[in-house]
Nanobody
Framework: QVQLVESGGGLVQPGGSLRLSCAAS????????MGWYRQAPGKQRELVAV???????NYVDSVKGRFTISRDNAKNTVYLQMNSLKPEDTAVYYC?????????WGQGTQVTVSS
């Protein structure tokens, strides 16, 4: 069984930065992709960034140039570096590991951008 534990959320002022981490315990050998999603109050969950097993990265347009997704295979960890944060980035951020036959989700971490 795979468990995902996210950390790094918090309260930050507009223009600030945060780095989210998602550590996977268990065997994720053969994963298809690792990604970050977010859900703001009253809105649907949306994909923020994804990195495939081959290293391809993709971002939602609203975060391009500000967010960077990366991973450390040795630590089974995926990161989301968030710079130039805006109030509209406020949401609960979830990580997901997509395997060929199943997907795993973390519990979520709150990111609040406010002055």
């Amino acid at each position: 069984q795979v468990q995902l534990v996210e950390s790094g959320g918090g309260l930050v002022q507009p223009g600030g930065s945060l780095r989210l981490s998602c550590a996977a315990s268990g065997n994720i050998v053969g994963f298809v992709s690792m990604g970050w999603y977010r859900q703001a109050p009253g809105k649907q969950r949306e994909l923020v960034a994804v990195i495939t097993s081959g290293g391809y990265r993709n971002y939602v347009d609203s975060v391009k140039g500000r967010f960077t997704i990366s991973r450390d295979n040795a630590k089974n960890t995926v990161y989301l570096q968030m710079n130039s944060l805006k109030p509209e980035d406020t949401a609960v951020y979830y990580c997901k590991v997509q395997m060929p036959w199943i997907e795993y989700w973390g519990q979520g971490t709150q990111v609040t951008v406010s002055s």
